[in-house]
């Protein structure tokens, strides 16, 4: 059923050009009028929202003053990936939301003015923190995203030294591999990365726990282990015809353009995102970007249902990505050569509540109907590590690693944070609560660490 | 990191900011608070004998949307008992040794009542006096604060008179309410002035209410002038200071102040030659915790230009500090629009068309897109273009060559060269 379309063609400039970051920079005219209107709130709730706990005010009073190294500090400071979370938080939802200007005239541009304050920090190549005095104690740290880069960071800076297990090529995790470039460009994530491997924080790539060095090596040689794996991969559809050439899951295709190399050229295809959640929005935008003539987002449920965040949907449609409401693939067509020729689909309604309160999708008979696409890419969440958690002997709930308030979990010295250990009904996961997260363990085993020198001494 | 420690006359401050004797001041309380935000040093609110307030005080001028881009004050110095006062400052001297805390000080032109208050004062343990020759409201009509602080000799006398007893360091708070404040500076310095600070606030008058017809602020539809400060003051401050440390026997340390908001006013009043800054109107508008981005940028100011102490900044704009006689007639700049960044809102041209000398021409490029183009030759380097362009970097001020013949020369020389030639004939 589906066009052979390998006459279209895109050029790798044009590719590097689309995967260029979309928002532009704030102007210096712009980044300075805008700070000077901030209230400069006392107890601001911009402050009491931001889940890193930001002093908001202070660092835009300093780009209102000049003070840009003193402001990179302040975010920074806060947060070890504050660079980052500039680009990919959900502002509105948080400091934005929260700021008392809303109604009264429009929000502070907190975001960009982050991303001012920090993109100096970057182009001024700024030293902004070091390591504290060393102490005997040693850290090992299991994964190198936003939770684990985090808890890192504070480690050091405590002066213990700190070892980060990275089982991929490059450290980073989700904001390496996992958030589009065109958000978040490979550029500011390594230097994020570099600000903590200069603070003498060790990263060990291309060594999986389990496979290159296993639980109980990492257990004698460490005085605590901080589990930050993430999460999995996207599970399978489980229909028929899964197995066709151009059936891709969507954490591993906004991976692969984020090496450079744009390995999946879609010139010409029709794709058809299964899911509606950030990362389905993500996959369909960069389905665009790799040159598809068109992409449709198929969701069960419908609009108001959707997890994809207000400005993240407003992205898709700019995009001309197109949106199947109460939609639900049942079987992916093949054609003679193993690839994906279409995607059969039944309409659904929604019945009763679920447990989550939300209406469940019910078929409706006899509406199936066929949709003519070249790719399937499915982004209906991720998987557990649970092989990774019971490797550790972690209890756990359905692969969420169960922890306290400090973030410890059952082992004793084993913390564990990040998207291990969010679950259902926590809200949306966000790099910025990850980063929090690393964080409060850091200062938990700090604690714990110094309590016991004491003791000891 | 820089080393802000400062030293005015012997009074020592772990920085160089301190709130200015005003509300800010008013309470141990306060003052307490304000050591806790960071502050290096407090000039407690003045003390002197009782006195009595109105209600409303103050008032703010807004500037193009922008709140308090100046402030107006009708109170007056304060209103507690002395002995309150003293009990507090001995209190908050105890908890916080490290910081200065400096007791100004307004009686009669009196001198057993200033040799009564000094005494009072430093047995509290204050580091320094400030004599309040300054306040032009109110006290004023009683013969002091400014009424004493415009006449040199009473300036003078009353300085000498605090220094027969005092045995901290003195510093003489001066009025901008006066012809040429050089002249008060030098009578502080005769009479015996360990230090000058300065300006106090400026006669003023903030606005009528246009429905009402009252003044603002006015105390049950009557009004008074009042004392101006805050950010709209800080060029007259900036200039006094400048006057007063280029001025030869006025050879004392400096506080400066007035429109000090940021680390960045702070800088520039120190290049200047003041020795630290004084502050309230910013602190007024947004609470104590204003002075961490104060330290922390002028910390990081410092650092970035290689200067390890205050010592290296202080005064090094003085010597480039003078007399109009004495600038080049003969250097040029001229203005340079980058019209890759303009964009087009012809308030440059319009400016110079109307206002100043007519040369910026608007035309078309190429393509036919509009574009601006400064006739050089024609342009006398006033600068205004550059003032009113909304944005950074679309004018730019170079300099220029001179005049073909054009030999640097200042009015003086030109004078000089003039007289000389004259007697030659």
């Given at each position: 059923m589906s066009n052979h379309r390998s006459d279209a063609w895109i050029s790798t400039e044009q590719l590097q050009e689309n995967f260029a970051e979309v928002n532009s920079p704030l102007s210096t005219t712009h980044a300075v009028k805008e700070s000077n209107r901030c209230l400069f709130c006392y107890d601001a709730p911009c402050i009491q929202a931001c889940p890193t706990g930001i002093d908001i005010p202070s660092f835009i009073k300093k780009i209102a003053s000049g003070n840009l190294k003193g402001s990179a500090v302040t975010i920074m400071d806060a947060n070890p990936v504050g660079a980052s979370c500039a680009r990919v938080c959900p502002t509105e939802e948080l400091c934005e939301g929260a700021c008392v200007l809303n109604g009264e005239s429009e929000p502070i541009m907190i975001g960009d003015l982050q991303r001012y304050a920090t993109d100096w920090a970057i182009r001024n190549e700024?030293?902004?923190?070091?390591?504290?005095?060393?102490?005997?104690?040693?850290?090992?740290?299991?994964?190198?995203?936003?939770?684990?880069?985090?808890?890192?960071?504070?480690?050091?800076?405590?002066?213990?030294?700190?070892?980060i297990f990275e089982a991929d090529d490059e450290p980073g995790g989700l904001n390496r591999y996992g958030i589009v470039s065109f958000r978040l460009p490979v550029d500011i994530v390594k230097w994020e990365i570099d600000q903590i491997v200069n603070m003498g924080v060790t990263i060990r790539t291309n060594t999986a726990v389990g496979k290159d060095i296993s639980p109980e090596e990492l257990r004698e040689q460490f005085d605590s282990i901080i589990i930050a794996v993430g999460m999995g991969s996207v599970p399978e559809?489980?229909?028929?015809?899964?197995?066709?050439?151009?059936?891709?899951?969507?954490?591993?295709?906004?991976?692969?353009?984020?090496?450079?190399?744009?390995?999946?050229?879609?010139?010409?295809?029709?794709?058809?995102?299964?899911?509606?959640?950030?990362?389905?929005?993500?996959?369909?935008?960069?389905?665009?970007?790799?040159?598809?003539?068109?992409?449709?987002?198929?969701?069960?449920?419908?609009?108001?249902?959707?997890?994809?965040?207000?400005?993240?949907?407003?992205?898709?449609?700019?995009?001309?990505?197109?949106?199947?409401?109460?939609?639900?693939?049942?079987?992916?067509?093949?054609?003679?050569?193993?690839?994906?020729?279409?995607?059969?689909?039944?309409?659904?309604?929604?019945?009763?509540?679920?447990?989550?309160?939300?209406?469940?999708?019910?078929?409706?008979?006899?509406?199936?109907?066929?949709?003519?696409?070249?790719?399937?890419?499915?982004?209906?969440?991720?998987?557990?590590?649970?092989?990774?958690?019971?490797?550790?002997?972690?209890?756990?709930?359905?692969g969420v690693v169960t922890v306290d308030a400090s973030y410890a979990a059952s082992e004793p010295n084993h913390f564990a944070v990040g998207d291990v250990v969010f679950g259902s009904g926590q809200g949306e996961a966000m790099v910025v609560s990850a980063a929090e997260q690393g964080k409060q363990a850091a200062y938990t085993i700090h604690q714990q660490l110094s309590a016991g020198t004491q003791a000891a001494g | 990191m820089a080393d802000l420690t400062t030293n005015v006359a012997g009074i020592r401050s772990p920085n160089p900011f301190w709130l200015a004797s005003a509300p800010p001041t008013n309470s141990g309380y306060q003052v307490q608070r304000a050591f806790e935000a960071g502050w290096g040093g407090?000039?407690?609110?003045?003390?002197?004998?009782?006195?009595?307030?109105?209600?409303?005080?103050?008032?703010?001028?807004?500037?193009?949307?922008?709140?308090?881009?100046?402030?107006?004050?009708?109170?007056?110095?304060?209103?507690?008992?002395?002995?309150?006062?003293?009990?507090?400052?001995?209190?908050?001297?105890?908890?916080?040794?490290?910081?200065?805390?400096?007791?100004?000080?307004?009686?009669?032109?009196?001198?057993?009542?200033?040799?009564?208050?000094?005494?009072?004062?430093?047995?509290?343990?204050?580091?320094?006096?400030?004599?309040?020759?300054?306040?032009?409201?109110?006290?004023a009509e009683r013969g002091m604060g400014s009424a004493s602080g415009q006449v040199p000799e009473l300036v003078r006398q009353q300085t000498a008179w605090v220094k027969e007893v005092a045995r901290t360091p003195v510093i003489v708070k001066l009025t901008p309410n006066i012809t040429d404040i050089t002249f008060t500076a030098k009578a502080a310095v005769e009479g015996g002035a360990d230090a000058v600070s300065m300006i106090n606030t400026i006669n003023s008058l903030s606005g009528v209410d246009l429905d009402s017809w009252n003044t603002i602020p006015n105390v049950d539809g009557k009004g008074a002038h009042g004392g101006y400060c805050g950010p709209a003051v800080k060029p007259i401050a900036l200039n006094m200071v400048g006057e007063c440390a280029r001025t030869p026997g006025i050879d004392v340390p400096i506080s400066g102040m007035g429109g000090v908001s940021s680390w960045q006013e702070a800088a520039e009043f120190m290049l200047m030659g003041a020795s630290n800054v004084q502050v309230c109107t910013a602190a007024m508008h947004h609470g104590f915790r204003i002075v961490e981005d104060m330290i922390d940028g002028l910390s990081n100011y410092m650092d970035e230009k290689g200067l390890a102490s205050l010592d290296q900044l202080i005064g090094q704009t003085v010597p480039k500090y003078s007399d109009w006689g004495d600038l080049d007639l003969t250097y040029r700049v001229a203005a340079k629009?980058?019209?890759?960044?303009?964009?087009?809102?012809?308030?440059?041209?319009?400016?110079?068309?109307?206002?100043?000398?007519?040369?910026?021409?608007?035309?078309?490029d190429e393509d036919g897109n509009d574009i601006l183009r400064v006739r050089e030759d024609d342009c006398v380097g006033c600068?205004?273009?550059?003032?009113?362009?909304?944005?950074?970097?679309?004018?730019?001020?170079?300099?220029?060559?001179?005049?073909?013949?054009d030999e640097p020369m200042t009015w003086n020389e030109r004078q000089q060269l003039m007289a000389n030639a004259g007697s030659n004939q």
């Open positions: 700024q030293v902004l923190f070091e390591a504290g005095p060393s102490t005997s104690k040693h850290i090992a740290i299991v994964g190198s995203g936003p939770a684990g880069l985090a808890a890192a960071r504070e480690l050091a800076r405590f002066g213990h030294q700190v070892t559809l489980h229909m028929e015809g899964e197995d066709a050439s151009g059936v891709y899951d969507a954490v591993d295709f906004v991976r692969s353009t984020k090496d450079g190399t744009f390995s999946r050229n879609l010139a010409g295809k029709r794709v058809a995102v299964i899911g509606a959640g950030n990362t389905a929005v993500d996959a369909a935008t960069c389905s665009t970007r790799l040159g598809a003539e068109h992409v449709s987002i198929v969701y069960r449920r419908t609009k108001n249902e959707m997890t994809a965040y207000p400005f993240e949907f407003e992205f898709a449609k700019q995009d001309g990505i197109a949106f199947q409401w109460l939609t639900s693939p049942v079987k992916i067509e093949k054609n003679d050569h193993g690839e994906v020729s279409g995607l059969e689909c039944v309409q659904m309604e929604l019945g009763e509540a679920d447990q989550d309160g939300r209406q469940r999708p019910v078929p409706i008979q006899n509406s199936n109907f066929m949709m003519d696409v070249d790719v399937v890419i499915r982004a209906i969440g991720q998987e557990r590590l649970q092989d990774t958690i019971a490797m550790f002997g972690l209890e756990h709930t359905d | 407090a000039v407690w609110k003045t003390m002197g004998d009782p006195i009595l307030n109105v209600s409303s005080r103050f008032s703010a001028v807004s500037f193009g949307g922008n709140q308090v881009a100046g402030f107006n004050n009708i109170e007056l110095i304060s209103d507690r008992p002395l002995e309150v006062n003293l009990r507090e400052i001995e209190e908050t001297k105890r908890l916080y040794p490290e910081h200065a805390i400096i007791g100004s000080l307004m009686v009669e032109p009196d001198r057993d009542k200033w040799h009564e208050i000094v005494k009072r004062v430093e047995a509290a343990g204050v580091d320094g006096l400030e004599l309040n020759f300054g306040c032009p409201h109110g006290m629009i980058n019209n890759d960044v303009c964009i087009n809102c012809n308030k440059c041209y319009i400016a110079c068309e109307d206002t100043s000398h007519q040369c910026i021409d608007m035309l078309k600068n205004l273009c550059s003032i009113v362009c909304p944005v950074d970097g679309a004018i730019d001020m170079v300099e220029v060559a001179r005049k073909v013949g």
